[in-house]
């Protein structure tokens, strides 16, 4: 079981930019898949990035590719969300969450360990 912790979160301008972080701990953490997702609310939650267990494949959604970027540390079981060029529609409670099995995907079903979130507003 990987257990996950997310900060960085809060209110931003659009424009702006945030830093995501979400803490690992648990033995399967270099090798598993890390991903964002975010929750709108009245909406369902949806796929946002993902990265590889080694960092050298990364995925987005296309509503962010070019704004956000995924990256992650094994030495501190910490992956990130780099959030540019903020917008509006960026604004939800984000999700951490590992995929042990290493797999590519985009599904919230692929992902079985997940943190608690932390809220992103983005003010127009």
């Known amino acids: 079981q990987v257990q996950l912790v997310e900060s960085g979160g809060g209110l931003v301008q659009a424009g702006g930019s945030l830093r995501l972080s979400c803490a690992a701990s648990g033995r399967t953490f270099r090798a598993a898949t890390m991903g964002w997702f975010r929750q709108a609310p009245g909406k369902e939650r949806r796929f946002v990035a993902a990265i590889s267990w080694g960092g050298g494949n990364t995925w987005y959604t296309d509503s962010v590719k070019g704004r956000f970027t995924i990256s992650r540390d094994n030495a501190k079981n910490t992956v990130y969300l780099q959030m540019n060029s903020l917008k509006p529609e960026d604004t939800a409670v984000y999700y951490c969450?590992?995929?042990?099995?290493?797999?590519?995907?985009?599904?919230?079903?692929?992902?079985?360990?997940w943190g608690q979130g932390t809220q992103v507003t983005v003010s127009s």
């Open positions: 969450a590992a995929d042990r099995y290493g797999r590519y995907g985009t599904s919230g079903d692929e992902y079985g360990d």
